[in-house]
Structure formats: structure tokens, C-alpha cells
T-cell receptor, first 111, second 118 residues
């Protein structure tokens, strides 16, 4: 079973703070990693993808990948109440376009 | 406007009555996928397609069929629906474009189809 684990939360952070979301995965052969945001009652939307070890920044978002430790994280700087959503981590285990999702972390940014 | 459309958006049906959920994208994407989302289980991939006539099973393919005869369409077929297929279904399409220093991915999800099987 190729597992992707996330803390379900809720993770509560004050407005303006850094939110740190973590994800671990079991399959060492995993090749690519994705973070999605899903607002309640809406479809998931892709925020970031990361393929190699290290950091990848896009605006207020930074994805971090450590393949040796089998974790991937998402940092959200200057968190806003509009960032309140469920964040899904997904991992491609290296076969085709298969994607294994974590169950998501609920983030609440309080004004 | 880039769009993934799904129909129907809501469906109530009975056990055993064949149904098809359509998915269409207007972005000429190669990759398309179907997912189901259930409380406590998260989002799980049912099938995916990497191009026309190329499909493969995801995590939970049992009870479902797909076909990809045209690039833009990727219907999900439930030949004999059962109550355990009651769920929220999402279709998604993606493309990957290698750029100078990274891979650019574009991905869109459809609005979802809420299915209830009685």
C-alpha cells in the first residue's frame, strides 16, 4: 500500500504568520509531488509541484522536498484568512500518471 | 476560458442501473483522471489516461470503466452501480511542459458530480 500521510488538523495560525503543512510518503520510488488547496464544497486546485530535493518558491508558497526522509512540506508565508482551506498532498509513485493523495490538512487562519 | 466540464452535476440512481458521467476539457491536455472523494478516505484515483486510447487503473478501479476515444473526452461508466459507489466524483485534466529549468504543470479539476446510489 502506497501511503501518503498528513496530519488532519485543524492547524490554526494567526493572520500574517507562516503556516507549515507536512506530508510523508511510504514509497521510496516516488517521483513527483503536488500540493492542492480545496475550499469547502469546491474542487481541488493545484498550488505547487516539486520534483527534486530542496525548496521551490512561488509567491507566498514554498514547497520543500526531502526524498531521503520521505517528506514534503508546504510553507505559506504571510497567511491570510482566504488561505483557510484543506490542503492535500499527492504523490506520484513513479508509474504513469498514478496519484496517491493524503487525506488533507485543514488550515484555519484567524484574523 | 480553460474549462473541465462534468455532467451530470448531481445524480440519484438505483442499484444496477448503468450510468455514465461525462467529462470534457477544452485545453488539449494529454492527461485526464477520475477521482472519488469520500469523508474520512480523502481523494482516491479511479482511472487515468495519458492520451487517446491509453488508460490505466488508479487506486480504486473496481466497478468502473473508462474510455478515451477523443482527446477532449474521458467518460466514467458505472455498469452496475452499487451503494458503495455513492460519492463525490471529480474529473481532472493536466499537461506537462518542460521549460528551461523545470517542468511546468497545468491542471484543472471539474466541478464535481455528486452521486447517490440507492
Amino acid at each position: 500500500q502506497k501511503e501518503v500521510e498528513q496530519n488532519s488538523g485543524p492547524l490554526s495560525v494567526p493572520e500574517g504568520a507562516i503556516a507549515s503543512l507536512n506530508c510523508t510518503y511510504s514509497d521510496r520510488g516516488s517521483q513527483s509531488f503536488f500540493w492542492y488547496r480545496q475550499y469547502s464544497g469546491k474542487s481541488p486546485e493545484l498550488i505547487m509541484s516539486i520534483y527534486s530535493n530542496g525548496d521551490k518558491e512561488d509567491g507566498r508558497f514554498t514547497a520543500q522536498l526531502n526524498k531521503a526522509s520521505q517528506y514534503v512540506s508546504l510553507l505559506i508565508r504571510d497567511s491570510q484568512p482566504s488561505d483557510s482551506a484543506t490542503y492535500l498532498c499527492a504523490v506520484n509513485p513513479g508509474s504513469g500518471y498514478a496519484l496517491n493523495f493524503g487525506k488533507g490538512t485543514s488550515l484555519l487562519v484567524t484574523p | 476560458e480553460a474549462q473541465v466540464t462534468q455532467n451530470p452535476r448531481y445524480l440519484i440512481t438505483v442499484t444496477g442501473k448503468k450510468l455514465t458521467v461525462t467529462c470534457s476539457q477544452n485545453m488539449n491536455h494529454e492527461y485526464m483522471s477520475w477521482y472519488r472523494q469520500d469523508p474520512g478516505l480523502g481523494l482516491r484515483q479511479i482511472y487515468y489516461s495519458m492520451n487517446v486510447e491509453v488508460t490505466d487503473k488508479g487506486d480504486v478501479p473496481e466497478g468502473y470503466k473508462v474510455s478515451r476515444k477523443e482527446k477532449r473526452n474521458f467518460p466514467l461508466i458505472l455498469e452496475s452501480p452499487s451503494p458503495n459507489q455513492t460519492s463525490l466524483y471529480f474529473c481532472a485534466s493536466s499537461s506537462f511542459s518542460p521549460t528551461r529549468d523545470r517542468i511546468q504543470e497545468t491542471q484543472y479539476f471539474g466541478p464535481g458530480t455528486r452521486l447517490l446510489v440507492l
